[in-house]
């Protein structure tokens, strides 16, 4: 089934005012995930079925990032990299920490995850200022991984983040972009 240009992904998305703090508005995607039209459109519009064969993995970025990569690794046979925040993962893992809009934290990933060489797709619901997008490129790159790309539902662009890392040389993908 080929693209269906009827569901429009911006009216999916609700909107909230000052959340988590004043002056942000928090886009939320659940209204999107109930909707089963839009869910069985979503893999097919980030990743050409001819690509699906260069990807190892999908990193889904805690937390709604668990249900875009589950998307995908459904869709395409492929198996999902939880990237979690510190403290959420059993085992040995290995950890980076980076800053986001309201401060810092740390993500990390089992240390057995990832095989050198393996290419991994970044699946996430937004990218903002980039922030935990970047921390785990990084952290996937230092584990021998490559990034074979980036799929994120909403992409703020006056925010840059997408900007950054497609200037870091990823192919960043987006269902929704807001420029203000």
Do not use: C
Not at 3 to 19: G, M, V
Not at 64 to 72: K, M, P
Not at 138 to 167: P, Q, S, T
């Amino acid at each position: 089934m080929l693209y269906d240009h009827k569901i429009d992904w911006k009216s999916l998305i609700k909107n909230f005012n000052d959340f988590p703090k004043k002056g942000v508005i928090f886009r939320d995607i659940n209204p999107l995930f109930r909707n089963s039209a839009a869910i069985q459109e979503i893999a097919k519009q980030f990743i050409h079925q001819e690509e699906v064969s260069k990807i190892d993995y999908i990193a889904g970025i805690e937390s709604r990032g668990f249900t875009v990569a589950s998307l995908l690794a459904k869709n395409f046979n492929k198996g999902i990299i939880l990237v979690r925040k510190v403290g959420k993962l059993p085992g040995k893992t290995m950890k980076k920490k980076y800053n986001i809009e309201y401060g810092s934290s740390v993500i990390e990933i089992q240390d057995e995850a990832i095989q050198k060489g393996q290419n991994i797709l970044i699946a996430d619901d937004l990218i903002a200022t980039g922030g935990t997008a970047i921390a785990t490129a990084d952290l996937i790159e230092e584990m021998g991984g490559r990034v074979f790309g980036f799929a994120v539902i909403i992409e703020l662009v006056y925010l840059k983040g997408a900007e950054i890392l497609r200037n870091r040389g990823y192919d960043v993908r987006s269902l929704v972009k807001y420029y203000d």
